[in-house]
């Protein structure tokens, strides 16, 4: 039975030694629904308690009829929610740019509505401050979350949370259209691609809005803005070239992101990439665990195999020839590659070096990657301004000049064939090995047996006694989202992995779970105070890939 008058139980308890306030974990009657004191800190330093506000019938049916809908109604609320309370000290995860689902706020198909928060609760010289708190829980939050109630929402904000739910739905529905339209991404004509600054996620102010090149234009379907015109980036090799600062790095950031949905306002609304499409770099320093790069590395001075390598220091070279493969080996379909991220010598091998270094262990990208398509079926998005190397083995070639889009494939095939150019030295595509994690080796466990899994900002996961280095990892967007993935990595290793399926496998019962239960798949059950946002399988590979206490058991071929 849920509990009456929660504003007058703190003050009661005004003075009272601070741990008291565990007394009110439990549910407290709303006057719309109920709050949930679901942890009480046990000092004030410790992390926040956390409260859950679930208030029913507080969404309307058009906008709980799908799971995409809801996430898209939860984040609306989200922002809303920040908005209202920002000034207090209660803590909203409402996230960034990005519309994913998260365990902060929750829209179930009855039209319930459930907020999560963290509520740090008052207590200088750990005494319970009773009337603070009695105001903060017991009107500031109560009055804020009303307002979320569609009864309570003014007319302008209904119209604004339907916009968002129907810009969600669409961009799903232009990703979903990719395939079918054998495109690797879209871009609409109109979309603002720049962000404000390199820490700011916002659209740049004055931007030159996105145009489709005459020949690149498609007209793709959705459900609620009708046809929607723009730039449609087909499967195979895709090369986007022009000179430096014309536009090339930040097109292939917006594709990027566009595994991602957005909300309206944020310029990517409708620019969207496939589920599957990776973004890869060098990445000298990080570690790796049994991988086969001979796809990329023909051989190595010392020796090692290059079919079973491991370093706890790669190089550039090698770095991005990992990422690569395990990209690919966790089920990429397209990657995308930007010379400005890249080491030199994983891109290109001129004519010239050709002559002068016999004996190159490195494997160019430029020999691998028409067969990548060809044999593997992943496409490939690259920015390189710097070498017509690739000119002849882009099937699509787009050129950015003062941020204006434009195709110039056929002069750059013309080019390729009139000049001379490199030798090719290598045919083929390997097959990619499959690798077999052993379970016990993804173990959060910290010093004194204590699950340890943190997010420190978007680079950083603390799993276990590991720090997992993230900062390459590019489509990671969201804190919460690099606690979800350190839940995850727990999950496959307590109760997906089994030391026999390989990590690929484990990855798609973990994308079987996610389908079923949402985000709440990565909960350890209803008390958990975490706010976990959902990661993609490619990030939570990833970051397997770069744990170093990993270990593989075993390679399947
Ligand atoms: P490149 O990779 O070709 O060297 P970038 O993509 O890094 O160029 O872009 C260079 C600069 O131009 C960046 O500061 C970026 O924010 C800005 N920029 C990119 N596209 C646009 C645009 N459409 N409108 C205005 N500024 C843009
Ligand atoms: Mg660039």
Do not use: C
């Not at 070096?353 to 990548?372: D, G, K, S």
């Amino acid at each position: 039975m849920a509990r009456r008058d929660l504003a007058q139980t703190f003050r009661d308890l005004d003075g009272q030694s601070y741990g008291r306030y565990k007394s009110l974990v439990g549910s407290w009657d709303l006057r719309h629904g109920s709050l949930e004191i679901v942890r009480a800190q046990a000092d004030p330093f410790a992390p926040p308690s956390r409260v859950r506000v679930t208030l029913p019938d507080a969404a309307p049916e058009e906008l709980t009829r799908t799971p995409d809908r809801r996430r898209a109604h939860a984040t609306f609320l989200l922002r809303r929610l920040r908005r209202e309370l920002r000034g207090t000290p209660l803590q909203v995860d409402a996230g960034g740019q990005q519309v994913l689902a998260r365990t902060a706020g929750q829209v179930r198909d009855d039209g319930t509505v459930v907020i999560e928060l963290g509520a740090p609760l008052p207590g200088p010289k750990r005494r319970i401050l009773g009337r603070e708190a009695a105001t903060l829980l017991g009107e500031t939050l109560p009055a804020a979350v009303a307002t979320l109630r569609w009864e309570e929402l003014p007319d302008d904000e209904r119209a604004a949370a339907t916009r968002f739910a129907e810009t969600v739905e669409d961009a799903v529905a232009l990703r979903e259209a990719l395939a079918e339209r054998r495109l690797v991404a879209f871009v609409a004509d109109g979309a603002v691609l720049p962000r404000r600054t390199g820490v700011d996620d916002r659209p740049l102010e004055h931007a030159t809005p996105f145009a489709a090149p005459e020949s690149l234009r498609v007209t793709l379907e959705t459900p609620n803005a009708g046809p929607v015109v723009g730039m449609g980036v087909p499967e195979g090799v895709t090369l986007i070239v022009g000179g430096g600062y014309h536009g090339k790095s930040t097109l292939l950031r917006a594709i990027e992101a566009g595994v991602h949905d957005h909300g309206p306002g944020d310029g990517r609304e409708q620019v969207v990439a496939r589920a599957d499409a990776v973004k890869v770099r060098a990445e000298d320093g990080r570690s790796v665990v049994r991988s086969d790069v001979s796809a990329f590395v023909s051989h190595l001075p010392s020796g090692e195999p290059t079919d079973d390598f491991s370093t706890t220091n790669a190089s550039g070279s090698t770095s991005q020839a990992a990422s690569m493969v395990e990209a690919i080996e966790a089920g990429a379909g397209v990657l995308m590659v930007d010379e400005d991220t890249s080491a030199t010598n994983m891109m290109i091998r001129d004519a010239r070096m050709q002559q002068l270094i016999a004996t190159e262990p490195l494997v160019p990208f430029v020999e691998r990657i028409r067969p990548l398509h060809a044999e593997r079926g992943v496409s490939s998005v690259l920015v390189m301004g710097g070498s017509g190397d690739y000119l002849g083995v882009a099937d699509t070639v787009i050129m950015m000049s003062s941020y204006a889009a434009s195709e110039v494939t056929e002069q750059a095939h013309e080019i390729a064939a009139s000049t001379p150019g490199r030798t090719q030295e290598h045919s083929g595509f390997p097959a990619v090995t499959a690798r077999v994690v052993d379970p016990a080796s993804l173990d959060p466990s910290g010093k004194q047996g204590k699950r340890r899994i943190t997010a420190r900002g978007i680079d950083t996961l603390t799993f276990g006694e590991d720090d997992v280095d993230l900062a390459a990892v590019e489509q990671v967007v969201d804190r919460s989202q690099v606690t979800g993935i350190g839940r995850a990595m727990a999950l496959l290793g307590d109760h997906v992995l089994d030391g026999s399926i390989t990590l690929a496998e484990g990855l798609d019962l973990l994308d079987a779970q996610v389908a079923r239960d949402g985000v709440d798949a990565l909960r350890d059950g209803p008390r958990d105070p975490a706010d976990l946002a959902l990661p993609r399988r490619h990030e939570v590979a990833a970051a397997v890939n770069r744990l170093r206490s990993v270990r593989v058991r075993s390679l399947r071929r």
